[in-house]
């Protein structure tokens, strides 16, 4: 009876997953020895001067079972962020913040968010720093999350935005070219200075943020440049009207490939990321003048469904971490299957 008492105690003390361990025999001893001198207190004759003594109140302190070490599963190292310094366009808001707090779910404390707005970017930065925070043990004296304003269809704002991260963090690690947008003409519709505008930051955006990235990671060792283009790479989206977006995400997946292709031996990998309809602002925008189109899109797409930000986080990662160490001018399409029928 005893023993199983002892055993109950220490199960007790004992979270319900961790698989109980046999009974300590010092454990199990003081245990039983506890239980003696209750009984033998309460049931012998009123003690002498002469004889030691104990009394019905002398329980002893539980001895508290021995702490195990805390379980730790393994965790394939090539996918964590941990000491790479990332820098991200478009990230105040959209995929590119999404992007953002999945490098930080992975262990990323140094991170550049870059949009057209800077106060919009150091919003997004401190938003990031709080949240991160939260059911953590980390400070957020712990993370350097800077937001920077630029504009990446100038070749020098971009510039401006890459000397700031690096003198802040003398080293770039992993670099994602978000910033994009999107509008749906027809092409006979399609203002010029317009068109022109889209490609200034779809393409060229995307070039010289590329461009900057490897000009700062060559003399580093290398990095790994991811830039976003879209299902629209691959197939032609209807029923809206958008060549020139199209047009420009097919650019952009050959241009990671042939700037893969440049830098394949300095170190420098490039892949683009293609995501199928995602819901961010940039769809909600075209959602709000037609409500009917999210269920043509959704009727489209073999999943059913439109994408989630957070349905990126694990291709944005194994491209921006070693994981993906041995693979440069690749695309990873992340569509819930819209381009395979
Ligand atoms: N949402 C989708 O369904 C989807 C699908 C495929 C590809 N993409 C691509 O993903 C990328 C991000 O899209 P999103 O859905 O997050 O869009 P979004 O509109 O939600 O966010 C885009 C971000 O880019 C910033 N930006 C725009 N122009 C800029 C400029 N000139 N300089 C710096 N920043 C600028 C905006 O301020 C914004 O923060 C784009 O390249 C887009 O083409 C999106």
């Known amino acids: 009876m005893s023993t199983a008492m002892s055993s109950r105690f220490l199960s007790r003390a004992l979270p319900r997953h961790v698989p109980r361990p046999a009974l300590p025999a010092a454990a199990s001893h003081r245990c039983l020895v506890g239980l003696q001198i209750r009984f033998n207190s309460s049931s012998s004759a009123p003690s002498t001067s002469s004889e030691p003594q104990t009394t019905v109140n002398a329980i002893p302190t539980p001895v508290a079972p021995t702490p195990l070490p805390q379980k730790a599963p393994r965790n394939l190292q090539a996918f964590s962020m941990a000491n790479k310094v990332c820098l991200v366009t478009g990230a105040a808001r959209g995929l590119g913040n999404e992007f953002c707090k999945a490098f ?163 170190g420098v990998r490039v892949n683009c990321l293609s995501p199928g309809y995602m819901l961010t602002k940039l769809t909600r925008t075209i959602l709000a003048h037609d409500t009917e189109l999210k269920k043509t899109w959704e009727s489209l797409t073999p999943m059913g469904r439109m994408g989630e930000p957070e349905d990126l986080d694990g291709a944005i990662v194994f491209l921006a971490s070693d994981a993906s160490r041995f693979m440069t001018g690749s695309e990873i399409r992340v569509d819930g299957g819209y381009c395979i029928i």
């Not at 401190?126 to 350097?144: A, G, T």
């Not at 947008?181 to 943020?209: M, Q």
């Not at 900057?212 to 691959?234: C, D, F, K, Q, T």
Request: glycine letters at 6%; a negative charge; one cysteine or more.
């Open 104 to 266: 930080v779910e992975s262990g990323c404390t140094d991170l550049a968010i870059v949009d057209l707005k800077e106060e919009e970017a150091q919003a997004a930065a401190e938003e990031l720093v709080k949240q991160s925070c939260l059911d953590s043990n980390m400070d957020p004296s712990d993370y350097r999350i800077i937001g920077i304003g630029c504009d990446v269809s100038s070749e020098i704002s971009v510039q401006q935005a890459f000397r700031r991260a690096m003198d802040t963090y003398g080293r770039i690690d992993s670099v994602v070219a978000s910033a994009g947008i999107v509008e749906n003409y027809s092409a006979f519709d399609y203002p010029f200075d317009r068109i022109k505008r889209l490609y200034d930051i779809n393409v060229h955006g995307a070039f010289f943020t590329a461009r900057e990235a490897a000009r700062h990671m060559i003399p580093m060792g290398g990095g790994s440049v991811v830039l976003v283009a879209s299902m629209s790479a691959n197939i032609v989206n209807i029923p809206q009207p958008q060549t020139p977006y199209n047009a420009a995400k097919a650019a952009v997946k050959h241009m990671a490939a042939s700037l893969a292709v440049e830098w394949a031996k300095k």
